[in-house]
Nanobody
Framework: QVQLVESGGGLVQAGGSLRLSCAAS????????MGWYRQAPGKQRELVAN???????NYAGSVKGRFTISRDNAKNTVALQMNSLKPEDTGVYYC??????????????WGQGTQVTVSS
Protein backbone atom coordinates (compact mmCIF):
# COMPACT_ATOMS: atom_id res chain seq x y z
CA GLN A 1 0.00 0.00 0.00
CA VAL A 2 0.99 3.58 -0.66
CA GLN A 3 -0.28 6.55 1.30
CA LEU A 4 -0.38 10.04 -0.19
CA VAL A 5 -0.79 13.26 1.75
CA GLU A 6 -1.43 16.48 -0.16
CA SER A 7 -1.15 20.09 0.91
CA GLY A 8 -1.19 23.55 -0.57
CA GLY A 9 -4.62 24.13 -2.04
CA GLY A 10 -6.63 27.26 -1.42
CA LEU A 11 -8.34 30.30 -2.86
CA VAL A 12 -6.46 32.63 -5.18
CA GLN A 13 -7.34 35.38 -7.62
CA ALA A 14 -6.88 34.89 -11.33
CA GLY A 15 -3.27 35.48 -12.29
CA GLY A 16 -2.03 34.30 -8.93
CA SER A 17 0.04 31.28 -7.96
CA LEU A 18 -0.27 28.24 -5.76
CA ARG A 19 2.04 25.35 -4.99
CA LEU A 20 0.74 21.88 -4.27
CA SER A 21 2.81 19.27 -2.51
CA CYS A 22 2.34 15.56 -2.03
CA ALA A 23 4.28 13.18 0.18
CA ALA A 24 4.17 9.47 -0.53
CA SER A 25 4.91 6.73 1.97
CA UNK A 26 4.58 2.98 2.14
CA UNK A 27 5.50 0.40 -0.47
CA UNK A 28 6.95 2.68 -3.12
CA UNK A 29 9.03 1.17 -5.86
CA UNK A 30 11.95 2.89 -7.52
CA UNK A 31 10.29 3.11 -10.91
CA UNK A 32 6.97 4.89 -10.90
CA UNK A 33 5.01 7.79 -12.23
CA MET A 34 3.87 10.55 -9.90
CA GLY A 35 1.33 13.05 -11.02
CA TRP A 36 -1.54 15.42 -10.42
CA TYR A 37 -5.07 15.11 -11.65
CA ARG A 38 -7.97 17.46 -11.17
CA GLN A 39 -11.72 17.24 -11.20
CA ALA A 40 -13.96 20.23 -11.75
CA PRO A 41 -17.63 20.14 -10.71
CA GLY A 42 -19.65 18.08 -13.17
CA LYS A 43 -16.59 16.98 -15.10
CA GLN A 44 -14.43 13.90 -15.25
CA ARG A 45 -11.10 13.69 -13.53
CA GLU A 46 -8.32 14.71 -15.91
CA LEU A 47 -4.55 14.54 -15.96
CA VAL A 48 -2.83 17.83 -15.21
CA ALA A 49 0.80 16.71 -15.24
CA ASN A 50 2.94 13.72 -14.41
CA UNK A 51 6.62 12.92 -14.02
CA UNK A 52 8.44 9.64 -14.09
CA UNK A 53 11.36 8.87 -11.82
CA UNK A 54 13.83 9.78 -14.58
CA UNK A 55 12.45 13.30 -14.59
CA UNK A 56 10.56 13.16 -17.86
CA UNK A 57 7.40 15.23 -17.64
CA ASN A 58 4.04 15.34 -19.36
CA TYR A 59 1.53 18.20 -19.21
CA ALA A 60 -2.03 18.76 -20.26
CA GLY A 61 -2.16 21.29 -23.07
CA SER A 62 -4.24 23.69 -20.99
CA VAL A 63 -1.50 24.09 -18.36
CA LYS A 64 1.67 24.00 -20.45
CA GLY A 65 3.84 27.00 -19.79
CA ARG A 66 1.97 27.85 -16.59
CA PHE A 67 2.40 24.79 -14.37
CA THR A 68 5.60 22.99 -13.43
CA ILE A 69 5.77 19.55 -11.89
CA SER A 70 8.80 18.35 -9.96
CA ARG A 71 9.72 15.46 -7.72
CA ASP A 72 12.27 14.48 -5.12
CA ASN A 73 12.98 10.78 -5.50
CA ALA A 74 14.88 10.56 -2.24
CA LYS A 75 11.93 11.96 -0.28
CA ASN A 76 9.16 10.49 -2.44
CA THR A 77 7.52 13.84 -2.89
CA VAL A 78 5.98 15.55 -5.89
CA ALA A 79 5.07 19.19 -6.25
CA LEU A 80 3.03 21.23 -8.68
CA GLN A 81 3.85 24.91 -9.08
CA MET A 82 0.86 26.67 -10.61
CA ASN A 83 1.33 30.16 -12.02
CA SER A 84 -0.95 32.47 -13.97
CA LEU A 85 -3.95 30.64 -12.60
CA LYS A 86 -7.27 30.92 -14.38
CA PRO A 87 -10.82 30.37 -13.13
CA GLU A 88 -11.00 27.25 -15.28
CA ASP A 89 -8.20 25.75 -13.18
CA THR A 90 -10.66 25.49 -10.31
CA GLY A 91 -11.24 21.97 -9.02
CA VAL A 92 -10.13 19.30 -6.62
CA TYR A 93 -6.55 18.30 -7.28
CA TYR A 94 -5.48 14.75 -6.58
CA CYS A 95 -1.98 13.39 -6.18
CA UNK A 96 -1.40 10.06 -7.93
CA UNK A 97 1.26 7.37 -7.90
CA UNK A 98 1.23 4.77 -10.65
CA UNK A 99 3.54 1.80 -10.38
CA UNK A 100 3.85 -1.88 -11.19
CA UNK A 101 3.58 -4.35 -8.35
CA UNK A 102 5.98 -7.23 -7.87
CA UNK A 103 3.60 -9.31 -10.00
CA UNK A 104 3.75 -6.60 -12.72
CA UNK A 105 0.15 -5.62 -12.03
CA UNK A 106 -0.33 -1.85 -12.41
CA UNK A 107 -1.55 -0.02 -9.32
CA UNK A 108 -2.85 3.49 -8.88
CA UNK A 109 -2.84 5.25 -5.54
CA TRP A 110 -4.66 8.50 -4.82
CA GLY A 111 -4.47 11.25 -2.29
CA GLN A 112 -7.54 12.64 -0.57
CA GLY A 113 -7.66 15.69 -2.82
CA THR A 114 -7.09 19.36 -2.18
CA GLN A 115 -9.39 22.15 -3.34
CA VAL A 116 -8.07 24.86 -5.63
CA THR A 117 -10.39 27.78 -6.30
CA VAL A 118 -9.45 30.58 -8.67
CA SER A 119 -11.68 33.64 -8.56
CA SER A 120 -12.10 35.96 -11.50
Amino acid sequence: QVQLVESGGGLVQAGGSLRLSCAASGNIFAINVMGWYRQAPGKQRELVANIINSGRTNYAGSVKGRFTISRDNAKNTVALQMNSLKPEDTGVYYCNVHQLGSDLTPYDYWGQGTQVTVSS
